[in-house]
């Protein structure tokens, strides 16, 4: 009868993504399984077996007593480490049949495989070594009991030579989707974040006490530990900033970052990452459960990556510093043409960054959205009326309405703008500040019932980034006096936008404003030029 045993081996515990959760209670022991008609050959391996134990675990042993038994059991059981397969049980060739079963149907091709025949002349060994990826061959009458001893320990080697070699593969595996993942954040507390989170998944022991701390140089040249990311710490840590010194973990990570390596010990294990410019980070956990050491080195590969992530990131912060400086720098020359318009760009970008936040709260920004239009469209909008450089004092200035041929002079700055920043953007792969402005520049007098200029534009075919400005843009040029008006009140500008919402107006948009406005109360859209 199917020896009925639950227990589930604790071997490279890294494999636990794709196998039943252990339950670190139960024994840790060599799964061996025995397929074999006759109930005195089972007999006979156990007492061959029995108290051996390789490398300080002992062996368990599972019966089956025909081919589709064993084939049940390989299924359902976990890591079993090797099968001892006799060839003739219910039919001639049952053993055959399943070991080829177990290759090409369960797809294991981790557990060594031992034929076992008291009929050599069913199964030629030449041909069986060839035909069916087995392990080994042995006649009944050969297995001695030091033989059994012998064959079982080779076997149980190679199991674990190969489990080892998947083990090295998976965790690799994670590491390059972890560090693909990594390099998508665009910000030091999510890139530390995602750093904890790919963690406790190459390791697979949840996420239980880990922070993630960067080290500020002190005046003593000491290290301060300053944290920027927690999971399953208390948050009250990220309010404190600096690692206290009472913390259990801190002189393990002070030491950590003197020595510049990781550091594994019984109470905390810390990972040592050192990026460009002399940037330190380290990575304190503690898991319920000793690394190995697979585990040991798949971190030391992880970190290496981690700090290529980190140098990566400094420098896009640093090209984003310097593109968004180019960018306010525009807006300020277009701007400085007409002092009137005070701190017009900048509540634009203000403003339109907070639609975007409501747009995809509400889930109407859309699924195809870039990443990056929700990082550039803010600095974006400030190049909205760059095309006014283009157009004449005497025309700009005027304090009184304009005539049809100034209205037309007036109204080219939409594609004075569109061009200069197109022109700009070619120059840069992908999408960017200067490719949106760009969108924003020629769109944002454009209305979705196709009433605007320069083109006409109707409905979704005027960019998301130029309807969102098209209403940001009126909204705050009525709040604010202009040469030729008056400051408006807040209650008739509201009224002036929802009465031209799906006209004027994109529709969502609107709505988007006038939560924001109902749910936040801003004061700055109203300074002291009002």
């Not at 069913?122 to 030091?146: C, G, H, S, W």
């Not at 690799?172 to 507390?189: E, F, G, P």
Request: charged content about 25%.
């Amino acid at each position: 009868m199917p020896h009925d045993n639950n227990d589930d081996v604790d071997w490279l515990e890294e494999d636990l993504a794709d196998s039943p959760k252990i339950d670190n209670k139960l024994s840790n022991k060599w799964r061996i399984l025995i397929v074999d008609d006759e109930a005195d050959v089972h007999a006979v391996t156990r007492l061959a077996l029995n108290n051996i134990s390789f490398k300080n675990r002992d062996i368990e042993l599972l019966s089956a007593y025909s081919g589709e038994e064993g084939f049940r059991m390989l299924r359902d059981e976990p890591d079993i480490c090797m099968v001892l397969l006799d060839v003739v049980m219910e039919t001639e060739n049952a053993g055959l049949v399943l070991a080829k079963r177990i290759r090409d149907e369960l797809k294991n091709d981790m557990v060594r495989i031992v034929l076992r025949t008291g009929q050599p002349g069913l199964a030629p060994e030449q041909k069986i070594i060839v035909d069916y990826d087995i392990n080994d061959y042995k006649l009944k009458t050969e297995l001695t009991a030091q033989k059994m001893f012998t064959c079982v320990i080779a076997s149980l080697r190679a199991y674990e030579g190969l489990k080892t070699i998947e083990a090295n593969r998976r965790g690799l595996d994670k590491i390059l989707q972890a560090v693909n993942n990594l390099y998508k954040t665009d910000s030091l507390k999510e890139l530390a974040s995602g750093v904890l989170t790919q963690i406790s998944a190459i390791l697979d022991f949840g996420t239980e006490g880990i922070l993630c701390v960067m080290s500020e140089v002190a005046a003593d040249n000491n290290p301060i530990p300053t944290v920027i990311a927690t999971i399953g710490h208390p948050r009250d840590l990220l309010d404190q900033d600096i690692l206290p010194d009472d913390h259990p973990w801190s002189a393990a990570i002070l030491q950590s970052f003197r020595d510049k390596k990781n550091s594994f010990s019984p109470n905390v294990d810390v990972l040592s990452i050192s990026a460009a410019q002399g940037k330190q980070f380290a990575v304190a956990f503690a898991p319920a459960r000793s690394l190995t050491p697979t585990e040991c080195n798949l971190l030391d590969i992880f970190c290496d990556r981690i700090a290529a992530a980190f140098d990566n990131l400094q420098m896009f912060e640093l090209l984003k510093t310097t593109q968004e400086a180019t960018v306010i720098a525009l807006a300020d020359l277009a701007e400085s043409r007409d002092a009137n318009t005070g701190g017009h760009v900048r509540r634009v970008s203000r403003l339109t960054d907070a639609i975007v936040a409501e747009l995809l709260a509400s889930g109407k920004l859309g699924k195809d959205i870039d990443p990056s239009f929700i990082s550039f469209v803010g600095i974006a909008s400030v190049l909205h009326d760059v095309g006014k450089v283009g157009i004449p004092d005497a025309i700009l200035l005027k304090p009184g309405k304009h005539t049809d041929e100034e209205r037309a002079i007036m109204r080219a700055h939409a594609t004075i703008g569109e061009a200069v920043l197109n022109h700009s953007a070619s120059a840069v792969e992908g999408i960017s500040s200067l490719s949106i402005g760009a969108e924003i520049a020629g769109g944002h007098h454009e209305h979705v019932d196709g009433s605007g200029y320069p083109r006409g534009l109707v409905g979704n075919a005027i960019p998301l980034s130029a309807r969102i400005v098209a209403v940001v843009d009126v909204f705050d040029a009525l709040l604010h006096s202009r040469p030729y008006k008056d400051a408006w009140e807040l209650p008739e500008v509201i009224a002036y936008i929802k009465e031209r919402r799906g006209t004027q107006f994109d529709p969502d948009v609107v709505d988007a404003l006038f939560n924001y406005l109902e749910v936040h109360q801003p004061d700055w859209i109203i300074d002291e030029g009002h």
